[in-house]
């Protein structure tokens, strides 16, 4: 049970092949192994939400789960997303807001929040405080986070009602 | 309370000034990709990691240290005891001269013969990764006899009490009492005395990028860089060359991204010294980056003070006196080099200090614990000093029947009375209380909000509004920690140059933790320079590569740190301006400088483009007038030198809403108005007092460490220590009152620890104003529904 284990998985659409520890977590094999070191660790027992990245479509906390684990996964982290332009949008509208301080929360809120963007269109300021209350940030009291948020869902409202025929 | 009239246009106020706008952060790209630098992140070649193997018990004499089995195990580098690397480290005494009679014990690297707390390092286990050294470190075998452990601050100088360190006589580490004016006639003098005893709990900071080091002893170059996530770079450097036998020369400090400080990463902990003697002992790389348990259990706690207080009131309102007695408990040692009895001694400064208070009697005593170490955290001193005092402010009122916001009036230093003497001797150059207040009570509808909270008592529900006003030490001088002995800087230095194609190179000693003071710098610079911002480049964090200074703490990058930029930008302009001159055929006079180009003072029209200037000074200097050596570098520093401490104030008010049933709170909004002088960027003063306040409100209602008699730390996770979260947050509404500072060009006070000073206070008196109409009086944070059931005695 100690012998490297083979996976293949993709990584920001990139194929990955590797042979890692049954023990390794998620989080350390990107990090570690990868280079990926936007994806953080700041509790690693799944509190502080730092570490949150996409396995398959979802957000999931990468220091809970096991690299063997996404085995034949498709994981996607912050530098996937910001190179795709998919939360480039949400991006500006931190950067304008200035809703973060030291940075080291900042990925992980950032997928957190594209994940409500993506499943709701027009979230209130409620539903956004709630569906963030897993990413810890010390820096902003969240204020500021929540106006990008917020202001991100308009925007992307407001474009696709322009888009409409 | 403006700004004394200019005859002509600063350099701060001209047409494209940055100073006063809310503009983006430099750089934020590199942290909403990800491709940031944090410590944490860093691999250097031959890197070693290091696991510390740490002291289960809160006070334990170390029999023998068993290294054998956990040296066997693959991928182990070195296991080192604390005698070994006693000889490459010498030990420290946490202590400061003008902190008379302050007294602690040499503490070590690593512990030799005793554990004094729970999460002591015993012994160092190096390995090729992070999880071969912790395989290692359960290995090796620490023999330990159990002590008893001095748990509680109450009873730990009494004699039956076991003397933590023998040599030092007693557990006593820090006494100062003070006494202006008559306490007694003050008290004799009232019509009511109010009394009660404050109770504040042991918190910490918990910075989300846990403290993170790598040190390179390069042997070939006799050379140590340590790169740390750290506020004070220069400090660093000093204090790794004093205890490595090594001069600053030999130490380079190098301070990339950091992942949140708040006070946690201006410090030198023991981890940290040890990780740069076992790089300099085994000549290679060693990466040092605490776990969560670890944070929870030697990043420095803070607060965890008992304070009784007294207060006497006239029936009209006026306080005749205010005494306080404050004890506090803060851990084995005094930590080493700001020292921890920094904040008691700033609850002394503090209380009382946004009134006319002419009699006031303090003491506070700072003692020794098996505890983890306590000392400077965001606000230092000030949320227990606010609390104390907004606390029995509240309670005066309520003896005489008076409106909190009336005794307030009746009490504040008048706007117009500056510059004034506080009772502790605290000097303030320009404050501005009643102006804040009345902005608030606007801000906030005051009474308004009294007509809702009246019909919702109709209707079983309980909300309340608290009230905080309160001072704030920014922008520090020598007086801090210079005078006592202590080798941090005060000054800060900036340098300015111009580049070949016109743009500008800003190195500065202030740091970055997120507050903005790259920004602050490039606002500053660019409008001096009338250079656009994106053409200014600052650099910082590295002690090879900027001017010697403090670094960003006790909010002083602003006020100190921007001051020096506002000078060298000065000095560089009028040396651009002198060739220009020179190229022109013009005078100086003549000439401005705006939008990245030499324009005529008259009427703006362009003259020569700062990138062309360049070109002639750096590569055709052979065309300009013979006798002309153009500088086209800067370089200046500034420290206040008229007062200690430029004092800001403000105010802030808490409206939440009390389930007695289940003894909840839920925050619903919250103001401030704060006053730090000139404002450089409103946004992120903003957000820098949003911050704070958030920290704050943490301390008011979730954060402690909880310890047993043992000393254990119970809740030394994220799951069991609770933080702020998004959802439980309210919106926090600011406001600014401006009284800008004259003892610098700038004006600029600092605005760091304003929100934490006042929010607890706020919300405790919110809390029980929520609960009158029980006749509960609750004075201890933070404020659990345990706390609120009990005093409701509804448990």
Redesign the interface.
């Known amino acids: 049970m100690t012998a490297p284990h083979p996976v293949s998985l993709q990584v920001n659409g990139e194929r990955i092949e590797a042979y890692v520890?049954p023990?390794?977590n998620l989080a350390d094999f990107l990090?570690?192994h990868l280079k990926?070191?936007?994806?953080?660790?700041?509790?690693?027992?799944g509190?502080?939400g730092?570490c949150t990245i996409r396995v398959n479509g979802e957000i999931v906390r990468s220091c809970l789960m096991l690299a063997v684990q996404v085995d034949g996964a498709s994981v996607e982290?912050?530098?996937g997303l910001?190179d795709s332009g998919e939360i480039s949008d949400l991006?500006e509208a931190?950067?304008?807001?200035?809703a973060?301080?030291?940075?080291?929360?900042?990925?992980a809120m950032?997928i957190s929040a594209q994940d409500l963007l993506k499943r709701e269109a027009e979230p209130d300021?409620e539903r956004?405080?709630?569906h963030?209350?897993?990413?810890?940030?010390?820096?902003?009291?969240?204020?500021?986070?929540?106006d990008a948020v917020e202001a991100t869902a308009k925007a992307r409202k407001d474009r696709d009602k322009g888009r409409e025929p | 309370m403006n700004k004394p009239e200019n005859k002509t246009l600063s350099e701060l106020d001209r047409p494209n000034s940055y100073i006063g706008k809310t503009v983006p952060r430099p750089n934020l790209d590199r942290l909403l990709q990800g491709r940031g630098v944090y410590v944490s992140d860093l691999e250097l070649p031959r890197m070693a990691h290091v696991v510390y193997v740490r002291s289960p018990h809160a006070h334990a004499k170390i029999i023998s240290v068993d290294t054998q089995a956990a040296k066997k195990k693959p991928g182990v580098v070195a296991v080192v005891t604390g005698e070994a690397l006693a000889d490459v480290i010498t030990p420290w005494v946490g202590v400061l001269s003008h902190m008379k009679g302050l007294k602690s014990a040499p503490q070590r690297a690593i512990a030799i013969d005793r554990a004094c707390w729970q999460g002591e390092a015993v012994a160092a286990v190096v390995a090729s990764s992070r999880a071969a050294a912790e395989d290692a470190a359960e290995l090796v075998a620490v023999q330990y006899e159990e002590l008893e452990p001095v748990t509680d601050m109450r009873t730990a100088l009494e004699s039956a009490t076991p003397v933590i360190h023998t040599s030092l006589g007693d557990n006593l580490a820090f006494e100062r009492t003070f006494e202006v004016g008559s306490a007694d006639a003050g008290f004799a003098d009232a019509d009511e005395i109010a009394k009660t005893e404050f109770i504040f709990g042991r918190h910490t900071g918990v910075t989300l990028e846990p403290r993170a080091v790598v040190a390179d002893w390069n042997a070939a170059e006799a050379r140590l860089t340590i790169y740390q996530g750290t506020q004070a770079p220069h400090m660093v450097q000093n204090i790794a060359a004093l205890h490595l036998g090594l001069r600053e020369a030999q130490v380079r400090v190098v301070c990339k991204d950091v992942g949140g400080s708040f006070g946690i990463k201006v410090h030198i902990y023991a981890d940290e010294m040890a990780t740069y003697a076992l790089s300099k002992l085994l000549k290679r790389p060693v990466k040092y980056v605490a776990d969560r348990v670890e944070s929870f259990n030697t990043d420095i706690h803070a607060r965890d003070h008992r304070c009784k207080g007294r207060v006497g009131v006239k029936r009209d309102g006026t306080i005749t006196a205010f005494e306080i007695d404050d004890l506090t408990g803060i851990g084995p040692y005094s930590m080493y080099p700001r020292t921890s009895a920094i904040e008691a001694n700033q609850v002394v400064n503090l209380v009382g200090g946004p009134y006319v208070t002419p009699n006031y009697r303090a003491r506070a005593r700072v003692v020794f614990q098996n505890k983890n170490v306590m000392c400077q955290y965001r606000a230092v001193g000030h949320p227990i000093a606010c609390s104390v005092t907004e606390g029995l402010v509240d309670l005066a009122a309520a003896k005489i029947g008076m409106d909190p916001v009336e005794i307030r009036r009746r009490n504040l230093i008048a706007d117009d009375a500056y510059p004034c003497t506080s009772p502790a001797g605290l000097r303030f150059e320009l404050l501005s209380h009643h102006a804040s207040l009345d902005k608030l009570l606007k801000m906030m509808n005051y009474d308004g909000l009294r007509a809702e909270q009246a019909n919702l008592r109709k209707k079983n529900i309980h909300r309340g509004i608290g009230i905080a006003s309160f001072i704030e030490v920014t922008n520090p001088s020598a007086a801090f920690y210079g005078v006592g002995g202590a080798k941090i800087s005060s000054q800060d230095g900036v340098a300015v140059r111009l580049d070949a194609q016109g743009a500008v190179v800003c190195q500065t000693s202030i740091t970055e933790q997120g507050q903005g003071s790259e920004s602050l710098t490039a606002q500053i610079v660019g409008s001096v320079l009338g250079v656009s911002m994106e053409k200014v480049r600052v650099i910082l964090g590295d002690t090879d590569q900027t001017p010697y200074g403090g670094g960003t703490w006790a909010s002083r990058g602003a006020g100190i740190g921007g001051e020096a930029a506002l000078q060298a930008a000065k000095i560089l302009r009028k040396n651009i301006l002198d060739v220009a001159a020179a190229i022109l055929q013009s005078t100086p006079a003549e000439l401005d400088i705006a939008n990245n180009a030499v324009v005529n003072a008259g009427d703006g029209t362009p003259r020569i483009e700062l990138h062309e200037l360049a070109r002639i000074v750096y590569f055709r200097p052979d065309t300009l007038p013979p006798g002309i050596q153009p500088e086209l570098m800067a370089t200046r520093h500034f420290v206040p030198r008229q007062y200690p401490f430029a004092f800001t104030n403000g105010v802030q008010a808490s409206w939440l809403e009390v389930d007695i049933d289940t003894g909840f709170v839920k925050l619903l909004k919250h103001w401030v108005v704060e006053d730090c002088g000139v404002v450089i960027n409103p946004q992120l003063v903003d957000e820098q007092i949003r911050g704070g306040v958030v920290q704050g409100l943490g301390a008011a209602l979730f954060e402690k460490c909880i310890y047993d008699e043992r000393g254990q730390l119970t809740n030394a996770n994220m799951a069991d220590y609770l933080v702020p979260m998004s959802g439980e947050m309210p919106d926090i509404d600011i406001g600014h009152v401006v009284s800008p500072t004259s003892e610098s060009e700038l004006g600029a006070k600092g605005a760091g620890e304003a929100g934490t000073a006042g929010a607890a206070a706020a919300v405790a008196n919110a809390v029980n104003d929520s609960l009158k109409p029980f006749g509960a009086v609750i004075t201890e944070i933070p404020l659990t529904p345990q706390v609120i059931l009990t005093a409701l005695k509804r448990i």
């Open positions: 520890l023990r390794t990090r570690d990926l070191t936007g994806t953080h660790v700041g509790c690693e027992h509190v502080c730092a982290t912050i530098e910001s991006q931190f950067r304008a807001r200035n973060l301080q030291c940075g080291y929360c900042t990925p950032l300021r956004i405080r709630e963030l209350s897993g990413n810890y940030c010390r820096c902003t009291g969240y204020q500021a986070i929540v």
